[in-house]
């Protein structure tokens, strides 16, 4: 079994910064693929970032890219989520998911995740 342990999240004027962790323990952790996915009020919750195990592949939500920054630590069996010129429509519960089976696909989808994170909450102000 897989815990996961978000922190970092919190209250910020528009145009901060935040960096979220997300930090793995459990039996010997390995995964294909962690992602971070978020939670408005009352929307679905949707697809942030990923990063694979293998050559630490890259992807982003176009709602996020070229603000946000996911990277790894695999030492420390940690992932990050660096957030920069944040805006309201930021504000979400974030989550981290890692996906430990192999599924074929993108790792895009809720779906393909099978650990979770209990979430964190980032406010963005403006």
């Known amino acids: 079994q897989v815990q996961l342990v978000e922190s970092g999240g919190g209250l910020v004027q528009a145009g901060g910064s935040l960096r979220l962790s997300c930090a793995a323990s459990?039996?010997?952790?390995?995964?294909?693929?962690m992602g971070w996915f978020r939670q408005a009020p009352g929307k679905e919750r949707e697809f942030v970032a990923r990063?694979?195990?293998?050559?630490?592949?890259?992807r982003y939500a176009d709602s996020v890219k070229g603000r946000f920054i996911i990277s790894r630590d695999n030492a420390k069996n940690t992932v990050y989520l660096e957030m920069n010129s944040l805006k309201p429509e930021d504000t979400a519960v974030y989550y981290c998911?890692?996906?430990?089976?192999?599924?074929?696909?993108?790792?895009?989808?809720?779906?393909?995740?099978?650990?979770w994170g209990q979430g964190t909450q980032v406010t963005v102000s403006s």
């Open positions: 990063i694979t195990w293998n050559f630490g592949g890259i």
């Open positions: 998911a890692a996906a430990t089976k192999y599924s074929g696909g993108n790792y895009y989808i809720q779906d393909e995740y099978d650990s």
């Open positions: 459990g039996r010997t952790f390995s995964y294909y693929a």
